[in-house]
């Protein structure tokens, strides 16, 4: 297990989350976490520093860092975690400003695939990062109950129960108020709350944010109730024991990176599919041909969340591949590789949780339920290296507010840092 307890690990987790209601949130505390570890920025256009130590790299919601040890420049090997930053959500559109019937709403698109329901009837926050005329950005955060997606009274939906229908271009425009509807409203709101001029924003990524805050669940406290467990749950896990790797001085060079757009597909300049990962290992491995070398050698955890056996709905799982909660981290596998696990990998995964003394568990999916995907099978087929598919269980995944075991978090620390450190 690692240094600190199974309840420090999940208290630590809930303030990383409470950190980060955006991926530019996310990086930005991790950046705030791995800069106090004295790791340093690495500007992706600048000259590149091959001297020992820890460096990380930020492009928009993606963050990338690594620790270089003595006598490892370049690289020989790399043990890379794998997680993302992004969480199904509401997105604000470019011109929001609309409503009726006297109220002032907000209009919204769906981000990535997200339980339309769970966002109805809960105060919700705005958060993201407002765009100048010069190309410099603002983040902006409130934390306050600003929006609500109301949903429709019983008495004027009878059958409601038997089936509940949304159409998300009607029904998840959330209320921001009342009176009329003027265009610039909302970003004068949002301005005013960053020290801005609404003139001066001339683009925004913003989005809605669930305002509960994470909390223990349980007789005993032996649940996490909380947002954007999938997947900052991953990203708090991998960051956590890149440092604790790090401290170990490792034979190997150990990466972590927290892609962005895995819930839209990763097809972007800052997700799985595209150039960053690829560039970074190129250059830290000395150059295009010394790559091959060490990617031979290398091996990549993808760390996103697992489906946890659920009690109403126990028919969707195959019982015999069932994960639990505080049994530890799961070994995803799926034969027509929407995850990436093989054998040999496998047999990482279970040196790593052997070295760490944590239990581990195994995940198929029902053959008649499909599993998602992951940034794994990405990973893997764009640099060839061999990848494995863990997460911890999670209930009521894509959901506002997700629930984990309060030990599981430690668990994936602890195996995550065997996996840095492992020299085989």
């Known amino acids: 297990m690692p240094s600190s307890s199974p309840e420090t690990t ?3 987790l809930a303030a990383f989350v409470s950190a980060a209601p955006t991926p530019y949130h996310a990086v930005a505390e991790a950046v705030r976490r791995l800069s106090e570890a004295g790791f340093t920025e690495q500007p992706e256009s600048g000259e ?97 109950p600003l929006l609500r997606v109301p949903q429709l009274a019983i008495h004027l939906d009878r059958q409601v129960n038997q089936g509940l229908k949304l159409d998300p271009q009607r029904h998840l425009v959330p209320i921001w108020g009342l009176g009329p509807t003027a265009d610039g409203d909302l970003l004068q709101y949002v301005a005013d709350r960053a020290g801005l001029e609404a003139d001066e924003i001339v ?18 406290g032996e649940l996490l109730a909380s947002p954007r467990l999938d997947n900052l749950s991953s990203v708090h896990a991998g960051l956590t024991a890149l440092l604790a790797a790090a401290e170990s001085q490792p034979e190997t060079v150990p990466v972590f990176v927290g892609f962005d757009h ?21 250059r830290l491995a000395g150059g295009a041909e010394e790559r091959y070398r060490s990617f031979a050698a290398s091996r990549c955890l993808s760390a996103d969340v697992a489906h946890a056996a659920h009690p109403n709905y126990l028919d969707r799982h195959d019982t015999d591949h ?3 909660m505080n049994a530890g981290p799961v070994l995803k596998t799926n034969a027509n590789q929407r995850y990436a696990t093989d054998a040999p990998g496998a047999a990482a995964w279970h040196r ?57 978090p430690a668990y994936l620390v602890a195996a995550a840092t065997a996996f840095f450190v492992d020299p085989v």
């Open 262 to 282: 895995e819930e839209v597909g990763s097809s972007s300049a800052t997700g799985a599919a595209g150039p960053l990962l690829e560039m970074v290992l190129t």
């Open 10 to 12: 999940v208290e630590d």
């Open 322 to 324: 069932l994960a639990h």
């Open 352 to 408: 790593a949780c052997a070295e760490a003394g944590v239990p581990s568990q195994v995940f198929v999916s029902h053959n008649n339920v499909p599993c998602g995907s992951t940034v794994g099978p990405i990973t893997a087929t764009r640099l060839g290296i061999r990848t494995v598919d863990i997460g911890i269980p999670v209930l009521s995944m894509h959901s506002a507010r997700e629930l984990c075991g309060a030990q599981d």
């Open 203 to 220: 683009a925004h990524d913003l989005v809605v944010h669930e305002l509960t805050p994470p909390a223990r669940l349980g007789a005993d």
């Open 48 to 144: 590149w520093d091959h001297t020992p130590g820890g460096r990380y790299l930020v492009r928009d919601g993606t963050v990338l860092a690594w620790y270089t040890p003595p006598n490892a420049s370049p690289a020989k090997a790399f043990r890379i975690f794998a997680a993302h930053t992004d969480s199904p959500t509401l997105k604000i559109k470019p011109n929001p400003d609309t409503g009726t019937a006297g109220w002032r709403q907000a209009g919204v698109e769906v981000y990535g695939g997200a339980l339309w329901n769970s966002w109805l009837d809960r105060d919700l926050g705005l958060a993201g990062r407002l765009a100048r005329l010069d190309g410099t950005v603002v983040p902006v955060r409130i934390d306050r």
